[in-house]
Each structure stands twice: as structure tokens, then as C-alpha cells.
């Protein structure tokens, strides 16, 4: 099974999002940014991922049914 490193969210899978919007500065901090044009970008949704750490990898499972 190879697994599609450029996702965002499921939703996002299912209508196989490509591009999205970046705040450079994060709304978070800069709430008053949020619609500046100078503090947009866009960037392909793997990107978007790493530059928040998000990882949708394959997940580790957390016990072995093979045991039971």
C-alpha cells in the first residue's frame, strides 16, 4: 500500500487538494495578518505539511495482534 504524502486532511484527500494557502507569519501571533497579501503564499499542500510538522505517514501500531 503506498501512502499519498501530500495530503492536508481527509476532506482535503477526497477532493484531491493540491495547493494551499500559507500565512509566512502565523495567524496565531499575527491575528491582524490574516488577509495581508504580503503575509500569503501559496504552496503545495506536502510544504504546507512539513512547515507546520505535520506527518499523515503510516502510523505505528500501538500493540501485535499476532500475540493474541
Not at 36 to 56: A, M, Q, S
Request: proline share 1%; charged share 40%.
Amino acid at each position: 500500500m503506498s501512502i499519498d504524502t501530500n495530503e492536508y486532511s481527509e476532506s482535503a484527500k477526497r477532493k484531491k487538494i493540491q495547493l494551499v494557502v500559507h500565512h509566512i507569519k502565523e495567524l496565531e501571533r499575527h491575528p491582524h495578518l490574516a488577509l495581508d497579501v504580503d503575509n500569503l503564499e501559496t504552496i503545495c499542500v506536502d510544504c504546507h505539511n512539513k512547515e507546520h510538522g505535520r506527518d499523515f505517514g503510516k502510523k505505528e501500531k500501538r500493540w501485535d495482534d499476532e500475540r493474541w
